[in-house]
């Protein structure tokens, strides 16, 4: 890596991220359980860290396996969104969508699941960058990259999407 010492190494993170939809509704999360959880309270999609061998699909089938208990059958990868927080390392959330699954929901050890119309979801305690990404997978957006840059208070300062700046005020308002 350029501008690092011999033997450092920058500190990311891949996760995975998938949006599950069923009769107009999105399987939420809603992140209680975990102690230093940046999404404490937030709501977001099944989904978690990479373990050491997994690809963005291992992970991503993995972590909807262990937080629902529903099999995907088939998926779609959306979009790769940067997530940038201060005084954390930079997160590569790796973003599917699923609506082709089987199984019975499970209890999750980090909050409580639950079927949310699409309608709905924006009234949720959602992190500010998600309203935008949710809105491109509604809208069926081919493979994006979403670069989201947050302050301390975890306050969006900046959005791109591949490469163009978007205007985060007219953003958070829809």
Excluded at 1 to 14: D, F, H, K, P, W
Excluded at 60 to 79: A, C, D, I
Excluded at 83 to 111: K, Q, R, V
Aim: net charge negative; aromatic share 10%.
């Amino acid at each position: 890596m350029v501008g690092l010492a011999r033997n450092e190494v920058a500190e990311m993170i891949n996760t995975t991220l998938c949006y599950i939809e069923r009769n107009g509704q999105y399987l939420m999360l809603h992140r209680t359980k975990k102690k230093n959880d940046i999404n404490h309270d937030k709501w977001i999609g099944p989904g978690g860290k990479f373990e050491d061998r997994e690809s963005p699909e291992d992970c991503m089938l993995r972590e909807v396996k262990e937080e629902t208990g529903l099999t995907l059958h088939s998926y779609q990868y959306r979009g790769l969104v940067t997530f940038i927080c201060a005084n954390t390392p930079t997160e590569y959330m790796h973003l599917f969508w699923s609506d082709d699954f089987s199984g019975t929901l499970l209890p999750c050890n980090e909050g409580e699941l639950e079927w949310i119309p699409k309608d709905k979801v924006f009234q949720l305690s959602l992190w500010q960058g998600d309203r935008i990404f949710l809105r491109l997978l509604d809208r069926k957006v081919p493979f994006f990259s979403l670069k989201l840059e947050y302050d301390a208070q975890q306050r969006l300062l900046s959005a791109v999407l591949n490469g163009q700046a978007l205007d985060i005020t007219e953003n958070a308002a829809k």
